[in-house]
Nanobody, 126 residues
Framework: QVQLVESGGGLVQPGGSLKLSCAAS????????IGWFRQAPGKEREGVSC????????YYADSVKGRFTISRDNAKNTVYLQMNSLKPEDTAVYYC???????????????????WGQGTPVTVSS
């Protein structure tokens, strides 16, 4: 059974940092990409970042470029999202998701992903 488990969310002051983790398990075949998405109250889900398994290509939403970094540890089957210079508008529930096959152009589109975690909340507030 495929499982994606996020951790690392919490409350942080503006300008602070958090590192989210996404532990993947139960895959019977290799997934193509792991993506991070977020959804703030009253807003649509937004693609934040993605990393592809085959070549570690990374993709970022314009809103987080230069502040967020996605990485992976293959030995631990875990993907990380390092979030720096956090802003109140980064407040959301963050989800990781796995895509079995994805086109780079659609790397941040949620409908392209096959499996989802339960989410971890991030609140940026003073």
């Amino acid at each position: 059974q495929v499982q994606l488990v996020e951790s690392g969310g919490g409350l942080v002051q503006p300008g602070g940092s958090l590192k989210l983790s996404c532990a993947a398990s139960g895959f019977t075949s290799d997934y193509d990409a792991i993506g991070w998405f977020r959804q703030a109250p009253g807003k649509e889900r937004e693609g934040v970042s993605c990393i592809r398994r085959r070549d570690s290509s990374t993709y970022y939403a314009d809103s987080v470029k230069g502040r967020f970094t996605i990485s992976r540890d293959n030995a631990k089957n875990t993907v990380y999202l390092q979030m720096n210079s956090l802003k109140p508008e980064d407040t959301a529930v963050y989800y990781c998701a796995a895509a079995l096959l994805i086109h780079p152009i659609r790397a941040l589109i949620g409908k392209e992903y096959d499996y989802w975690g339960q989410g971890t909340p991030v609140t940026v507030s003073s």
